[in-house]
């Protein structure tokens, strides 16, 4: 045997280095096709397990709903006619003028006039089914606030105060004129809010919620995670009746998106003062724990304890559960769990584009590695003996 023919053979015995880099490309594609199989498989468990996590944190939900129905109500809970009442001790103020033009007869004379454009007092038109939740926006609000008028229009506005050519205020007309002829003169400033002047919110609302909350950006850590302890906007937290719902502006806007919203703005509540200063890098316009903790805004915290009863307070909504505490937390966790799902639901789709991907790669690599042994075969002569050593390579 010739030294030539050696050679050739040992060249055919070898598996051709095109074709060797070949075939290591098509074994990589197939580990990742296993790969992105395996996160596929992953995420599908996940999402199929905040699914079922999502279904039994709604029936925890609405066993708090059914179990509202005979709650019984605390003792420091306030009812619409409390509230009221404690508005009339502040008997000098525009609020109990007004309180009292609706209950006592020798208001009617007044009543249209003065009244027609008056949607209410702040703290008359929502309720908070939280005493303490109550006490604490009351206190974040303060009792101007809390006493503030309310007026559709301007011409609301202006029937409650007119001026003299001096630019006083001439006590014989509006709210003044009632206050003297009952003998119970106005004392000092009050504040009204119009809301033809303030700015609503435009935003989206929660979906299918008969509230019309807010769907307000909730903080959020770098996990994507919101903070422990936080339990969702006081503005969301206000119980509205469903008659100040919609179209209380003529615009169409209800009471939440206009007054709550630009008296509370985003004001976060937490469970506690310890988390919420935990999240402090998260607050930005304001926040509150229901064990007291009050940071007005960034650098600005009340510190102290509150010992004076705050005695004007929303009223309460229906002495049902629904806003307390746990019933917070499972809300806010399932909102969370909800969008662990999203995520787990997005990242499984782009695996899945991932796997199609490699698929699609596979198969070509496998063509070219065909068309590769096919002119190989055409242009090497191999002996019988050799014959099919690059067939040998895996196709899978």
């Known amino acids: 045997m010739t030294a030539g023919c050696v050679s050739s053979q040992k060249m055919s015995a070898a598996i051709d280095p095109a074709a060797q880099e070949l075939q290591d490309d098509l074994r990589e594609i197939g580990q990742r096709i296993n790969h992105h199989e395996?996160?596929?498989?992953?995420?599908?468990?996940?999402?199929?397990?905040?699914?079922?996590?999502?279904?039994?944190?709604?029936?925890?939900?609405?066993?708090?709903?059914?179990?509202?129905?005979?709650?019984?109500?605390?003792?420091?809970?306030m009812s619409e006619q409390g509230t009221i009442g404690e508005i009339l001790k502040n008997d000098k103020s525009a609020a109990a003028l007004l309180c009292l033009m609706k209950n006592q007869a020798k208001a009617l004379a007044f009543e249209h006039s003065l009244t027609k454009?008056?949607?209410?007092?702040?703290?008359?038109?929502?309720?908070?089914?939280?005493?303490?939740?109550?006490?604490?926006?009351?206190?974040?609000?303060?009792?101007?606030?809390?006493?503030?008028?309310?007026?559709?229009?301007?011409?609301?506005?202006?029937?409650?105060?007119?001026?003299?050519?001096?630019?006083?205020?001439?006590?014989?007309?509006?709210?003044?004129?009632?206050?003297?002829?009952?003998?119970?003169?106005?004392?000092?400033?009050?504040?009204?809010?119009?809301?033809?002047?303030?700015?609503?919110y435009t935003g989206e609302f929660i979906a299918d919620d008969p509230q019309r909350r807010l769907a307000l950006q909730e903080p959020k850590l770098p996990n994507g995670e919101t903070p422990p302890g936080f339990l969702?906007?006081?503005?969301?937290?206000?119980?509205?009746?469903?008659?100040?719902?919609?179209?209380?502006?003529?615009?169409?806007?209800?009471?939440?998106?206009?007054?709550?919203?630009?008296?509370?703005s985003n004001l976060q509540v937490y469970r506690s003062r310890e988390e919420m200063l935990e999240a402090l890098d998260y607050v930005g316009n304001g926040a509150i724990s229901l064990d007291g903790g009050m940071i007005r805004q960034h650098g600005v915290l009340s510190l102290g304890q509150n010992l004076a009863n705050t005695g004007v307070k929303f009223p309460n909504g229906s002495g049902n559960l629904s806003n307390h505490e746990s019933y917070f937390e499972i809300e806010r966790k399932m909102k969370e769990t909800q969008w662990k799902k999203d995520q787990a639901l997005s990242d499984m789709q782009r695996e899945q584009?991932?796997?199609?991907?490699?698929?699609?790669?596979?198969?070509?690599?496998?063509?070219?590695i065909l068309q590769f042994l096919s002119q190989s075969s055409l242009h090497s002569p191999q002996s019988p003996k050799d014959n099919g050593s690059d067939s040998d390579m895996v196709l899978n």
């Open 232 to 264: 969702g906007f006081a503005v969301n937290m206000i119980t509205i009746d469903n008659t100040c719902l919609y179209h209380v502006l003529n615009n169409g806007h209800g009471l939440r998106e206009s007054v709550f919203y630009n008296l509370f």
């Open 38 to 77: 395996d996160n596929i498989k992953y995420f599908k468990g996940l999402e199929n397990k905040l699914e079922e996590s999502i279904v039994s944190m709604k029936a925890a939900l609405e066993e708090y709903d059914k179990a509202s129905v005979s709650a019984t109500v605390n003792a420091d809970v």
């Open 353 to 368: 584009m991932l796997l199609d991907h490699a698929k699609l790669n596979h198969e070509m690599k496998k063509k070219e």
């Open 117 to 200: 454009d008056v949607l209410g007092i702040v703290a008359t038109l929502g309720k908070v089914d939280d005493a303490n939740l109550s006490r604490l926006l009351a206190e974040w609000l303060g009792l101007e606030k809390m006493l503030a008028v309310v007026c559709k229009t301007h011409e609301g506005v202006n029937a409650l105060e007119a001026y003299n050519e001096d630019g006083l205020v001439d006590k014989s007309l509006g709210l003044h004129g009632f206050a003297a002829n009952i003998g119970r003169p106005l004392s000092g400033r009050f504040l009204v809010i119009c809301l033809e002047d303030i700015r609503p």
